[in-house]
């Protein structure tokens, strides 16, 4: 007897990258303060001004990632700064792009989302990496939270 939905169920292991023996990917990072860059700013082969390019693999987590930004922007490497992710990606349906918002770090503290790699949230190559920074002087970014009932909701 087979169980219905049962391979839906398994969680995807995430293989460790030999980092010597793999080849690095070119990841372009774009870094705005305070919002994220419009999805439009990357529309028919642009893309913003404020690139970073990191070398890195698939197995890279976000606090890694966010380590490699505060390298480069002595600014945001004060406690309390905040990272808000996001995948920027072409639409498959239209010659646009989109982005999805994958997790948010935080300069001095630890989160739930530091350890997330590159391949846990499907991060595809060639996609770009959208970063919303966040002071330490300025309100943290507002916690999202899905509802999936938002459009039932009685009036």
């Known amino acids: 007897m087979q169980m219905a939905g049962l391979e839906s169920m398994v969680v995807e292991e995430v ?3 030999d980092r010597e023996k793999t080849c690095p990917l070119l990841l372009r990072v774009f870094c705005s303060t305070g919002r994220h860059n419009s999805p439009g700013d990357y529309a028919r082969g642009n893309v913003p001004q404020n ?5 890195t693999w698939m197995d890279a987590t ?14 945001t490497r004060r406690k309390g700064t905040y990272f808000d992710f996001a995948i920027v990606f072409p639409d498959a349906r239209s010659p646009t792009y989109r982005m999805r918002e994958i997790g948010v770090t935080c300069s001095g ?7 997330k790699t590159l391949a846990q949230v499907k991060f595809q190559i060639g996609n770009y990496l959208d970063i919303s920074i966040t002071p330490s002087n300025r309100m943290p970014p507002p916690m999202r939270r899905p509802q999936p009932y938002a459009n039932n909701r009685p009036y």
């Open 62 to 75: 976000l606090r890694e990632l966010t380590g490699l930004v505060k390298e480069v922007n002595p600014e």
């Open 15 to 17: 293989k460790p990258v």
């Open 51 to 55: 690139e970073l390019q990191i070398y």
């Open 109 to 115: 503290q630890r989160g739930g989302d530091d350890n």
